[in-house]
Structure formats: structure tokens, C-alpha cells
């Protein structure tokens, strides 16, 4: 069966610092993998998504950026982090089909300070 | 642009209230829709989703949901809330003409009270 893991599962770092989450998935080949933001109150907001390796889509301009080295795993990373960087991002993959759901990793609770 | 509204943002019940939460959203093409639910410390997880066929979708823990096209809306409903069912619900819409990415909305949270 499909697996997802995310770490770390909690982060404190502060402003101006770097960042680096990853995501890999285990019992699938050439996910969609996705990167989201959960802010209270706002939902889900996604971030970077990728059909394959070294593929990189942007959906919102920010100070992050994501890379997918191998085709199981998805990295969001920033130079410098801003207080606004702080909230609860989330990974997905979905088997790229249209009819296909997507799963969700435990995320990671980023706190900038 | 798509988007989805989701008209309460927190919902707080008795058990064995009935639940009914609102979810709407803007395309007006074919559409897969889907309810997740996040528990407490827990991942978030897929509680039912529509692509075609029967309106009335039926999904885990007792919840269904209906898409009416014409109000372009899929509401969650469950006849009788238990305290496990204290949550955040998020609906989520897809073009289901293409790979398009999910669109959420901003979540409900429902507060059961024992």
C-alpha cells in the first residue's frame, strides 16, 4: 500500500534563516506530488505541485521555492525565512489520473520567530 | 478562476443533531468534488467524493452528500453527529475535463458537544 511521509513534524526557525521539508512517497511510481499551506481559517493553499522529476509548477509567488530530485520525493525549501513563511504545509500525491483523489501526509507545523 | 465557498466557519452541535454544511462553488463545467476531513492531530482524509453518476454520495463514518448542478453545490450531511465527529471539514472542487488541481475551501470546523 501507498504511504506518505513528511519531517520533520514540527519546526522552529527563525527569520532569515533556511528552510528545507521533505515529502516522499512509498508503493507508487511517477506521483503528482503537492506541496500546500493550511492556515486557520484560510483552507488550503497550494503552493508548488510536480507530474515528475526535476518538473516544478508555482501556483502562488512567495518566498519558496520546491525541487523533485527523485520521482518519490518533493522538497520545499527557502533561502530566508519571513514571519509569514509560518503555518502547516502539507504534502500530497495523487496517481495523476483525473478520476484520481488525493492523499495527504501528516505535515509539518513550521514556526517562524 | 474556480473557487469554493464554504458558508460556516465553525459549526458547534449536541450529539445526535443532524449536520448539514454548505459548500459552493464557482465552475460551471464537469466537476469532481470531494470532502475531507482533518480530526484533531490526525492527517487529513477523504470523506467522499463525486464524479459522476448518483448525486447522492454516500462516504465513510454515516456522511453523504449531495451535488445539485444547478445550485453548484455538494453539501455534506449525516442525520445524527457523534462527539467523534468533531473535525474540520474542507470541500474541494477539480475541473474534471483535465488534471486540474483541487481548489479548497476554507473549512469548517464542527464542535460536537457529549
Known amino acids: 500500500s501507498q504511504t506518505i511521509h513528511q519531517w520533520p513534524a514540527t519546526l522552529v526557525q527563525p527569520v532569515g534563516s533556511p528552510l528545507s521539508l521533505e515529502c516522499t512517497v512509498e508503493?507508487?511510481?511517477?506521483?503528482?506530488l503537492y506541496w500546500y499551506r493550511q492556515a486557520a481559517g484560510r483552507g488550503l493553499q497550494l503552493l508548488f505541485y510536480?507530474?515528475?522529476?526535476?518538473?516544478i509548477s508555482s501556483e502562488v509567488p512567495q518566498n519558496l521555492s520546491a525541487s523533485r530530485p527523485q520521482d518519490r520525493q518533493f522538497i520545499l525549501s527557502s533561502k530566508k525565512l519571513l514571519l509569514s513563511d509560518s503555518g502547516f504545509y502539507l504534502c500530497?500525491?495523487?496517481?495523476?489520473?483525473?478520476?484520481?483523489?488525493?492523499?495527504f501526509g501528516p505535515g509539518t507545523r513550521l514556526t517562524v520567530l | 478562476a474556480q473557487s469554493v465557498s464554504q458558508h460556516n466557519h465553525h459549526v458547534i452541535l449536541s450529539e445526535a443533531a443532524s449536520l448539514e454544511l454548505g459548500c459552493n462553488y464557482s465552475?460551471?463545467?464537469?466537476?469532481?468534488l470531494f470532502w475531507y476531513v482533518q480530526y484533531p492531530g490526525q492527517h487529513l482524509q477523504l470523506l467522499l467524493k463525486?464524479?459522476?453518476?448518483?448525486?447522492l454520495v454516500k462516504g465513510i463514518k454515516g456522511f453523504e452528500a449531495e451535488f445539485i448542478k444547478s445550485k453548484f453545490s455538494f453539501n455534506l450531511r449525516k442525520p445524527s453527529v457523534q462527539w467523534s465527529d468533531t473535525a474540520e471539514y474542507f470541500c474541494?472542487?477539480?475541473?474534471?475535463?483535465?488534471?486540474?488541481?483541487?481548489?479548497f475551501g476554507k473549512g469548517t470546523k464542527l464542535s460536537v458537544k457529549p
Open positions: 474541494a472542487v477539480r475541473d474534471g475535463g483535465s488534471q486540474g488541481n483541487l481548489i
Open positions: 465552475y460551471g463545467g464537469t466537476v469532481n
Open positions: 510536480s507530474v515528475g522529476i526535476g518538473q
Open positions: 463525486y464524479f459522476s453518476g448518483d448525486p
Open positions: 508503493g507508487t511510481s511517477n506521483p503528482n
Open positions: 500530497a500525491w495523487n496517481a495523476g489520473k483525473s478520476t484520481d483523489t488525493q492523499y
